[in-house]
C-alpha cells in the first residue's frame, strides 16, 4: 500500500497542515478524526486494515485530514464568534485547497467520500450536507449533529451553516440539495450503550429533520451493548464500507 505523510501551507489557515495519505488512486474519501484528534489516529487505533482491500484494488484512497477542535469547538474558554469562524476557516480548507487537490492526483471522475467518528462523524456529515456537488458518500459513527453540545445556546448564520439539525430543518422544501442530497449514499449509525446518549438523541434528531424533508438515508441504530468507543467502531467501519463499495 502507498503511504504517503504530507505537510504543506494552508493559506485557509495561515499555518501548516498534516496529513496522510493512503493509496495510489480510486474514490479519495476524506477521513476525520474524533475530537482534538490527529491525522495519524485512524492507523494508530488500528482502522486501516478494514480499508485495505479497497485501497490494494485501486477503489479507494484515503485523506486523514488534521482537525483544529482545540481552537474552536473544544475552546470553551473562548468565544463562540471566534471559535466558529476559525472552523469556517478549516472548512475552506477541506474545499478550497485539500479537495481538489485530491480530485486533481486520483483523476476520480464522480463524487469523493468522507468518514468519521464521534466529532470525526459531525464533521463528515457536515462537509457532505453542505456541499453535495462534491461529495456523494458519508459513513458517520457515533456522531453528535447539533453545535449546542459545544457552544450552548449561541447562534449565528455561520454556526448554523454548520450544524447538521438546523441547516436541514431550515432547508426549504424543493431546495436543489434535495435532490442532490438523495444520489448520496448517506450512513449515520450510533449505539444506544454507554457513553452514547448524547449521540442517540442527536442522532434521532437528524433522523426526523431528514425525514421531513424527504431525504433519504441510512440510519442504523446498534443495541444497548453498543458503546461509544473503538471497539465497535472497528465492528461497524467494514460493515457500512463494504455496503457502500459495492
Known amino acids: 500500500m502507498q503511504i504517503e505523510y504530507r505537510k504543506t501551507y494552508s493559506p485557509a489557515l495561515q499555518r501548516d497542515m ?23 489516529d485512524f ?11 479497497y485501497i490494494d484494488q485501486g477503489r479507494l484512497k484515503l485523506y486523514c485530514v488534521d482537525s483544529i477542535d ?22 475552506n480548507y477541506l474545499i478550497e485547497e485539500l479537495y481538489p487537490s485530491a480530485m486533481q492526483e486520483t483523476g ?30 458519508v459513513i458517520a459513527l457515533s456522531g453528535a449533529y447539533q453545535p449546542e453540545h459545544f457552544l450552548g445556546d449561541y447562534m449565528d448564520e455561520v454556526v ?8 436541514i430543518r431550515g432547508m426549504p422544501h424543493g431546495h436543489p440539495w434535495i435532490e442532490l442530497l438523495n ?3 448517506i450512513v449515520i449509525c450510533v449505539g444506544q450503550g454507554a457513553w452514547e446518549e448524547e449521540m ?17 438515508a441510512w440510519f442504523d ?26
Not at 108 to 134: E, K, Q
Not at 200 to 216: F, N, Q, V, W
Open 43 to 53: 492507523e494508530n487505533f488500528g482502522m486501516l486494515p478494514h480499508c485495505q482491500p
Open 221 to 246: 441504530y446498534w443495541g444497548t451493548d453498543v458503546s461509544h468507543d473503538w471497539p465497535w467502531w472497528h465492528k461497524q467501519l467494514p460493515y457500512f464500507l463494504s455496503k457502500v463499495m459495492e
Open 200 to 216: 442517540l438523541a442527536s442522532t434521532r434528531l437528524l433522523d426526523r429533520a431528514l425525514y421531513e424533508k424527504g431525504i433519504h
Open 18 to 40: 498534516e496529513i496522510k495519505v493512503y493509496g495510489h488512486t480510486g474514490q479519495p474519501c476524506l477521513v476525520f478524526p474524533c475530537q482534538d484528534g490527529r491525522y495519524y
Open 183 to 185: 444520489t448520496c449514499k
Open 70 to 91: 482545540r481552537e474552536t469547538w473544544s475552546a470553551a474558554s473562548e468565544p463562540p464568534y471566534d471559535r466558529v469562524r476559525r472552523h469556517e476557516a478549516w472548512f
Open 108 to 137: 476520480w471522475p464522480h463524487r469523493a467520500m468522507t468518514m468519521g467518528f464521534s466529532m470525526g462523524a459531525m464533521h463528515a456529515v457536515n462537509t457532505l450536507f453542505r456541499r453535495p456537488d462534491l461529495f456523494d458518500t
Open 160 to 167: 448554523y451553516r454548520n450544524s447538521p439539525v438546523s441547516s
